[in-house]
């Protein structure tokens, strides 16, 4: 009979996350499913004004407003690095998006699911 270790405290609490984990990767939407969003939206997070630009294989893609951030004193940079770097998802049309990654005056989103799953009020 072989003998099998106890798990430490650590080792059991790294398991729990990884279920933890995994349950949220199945509650994800595909991609295909989010919706449209529309082209003439001024969508404002963090004081930084963002405009659609376009939405291409589920991802959208949001392009500062120069005009606005200059107008508010905003350093777009910073705004759009702190949103990629802090926020884990935002509400956007009825969906959560989780913002992937900043370029220039671009912020990039991927969808996760509508708003209204998981919510248990």
Known sequence: MKF???????QELKDKVDLVKQELKRK???SKHAPKVESDLLITI???????LKQEKGMLVLQANKKLAF??????LRALSY??????????????WR????KKHKLYLRPVAPVDLGRSE
């Not at 963090?46 to 659609?52: A, E, K, R, V």
Request: charged share 10%; hydrophobic share 30%; aromatic share 12%.
């Open 46 to 52: 963090s004081g930084c004004s963002l405009n659609f």
């Open 4 to 10: 099998i270790p106890n798990k430490t405290p650590e």
């Open 83 to 96: 949103i990629a770097g802090v926020y884990e998802h935002v509400t956007i049309a009825g969906w959560t």
């Open 71 to 76: 107008e508010n004193g905003t350093n777009i």
């Open 99 to 102: 913002p992937i990654r900043y």
């Open 28 to 30: 994800q939407y595909p």
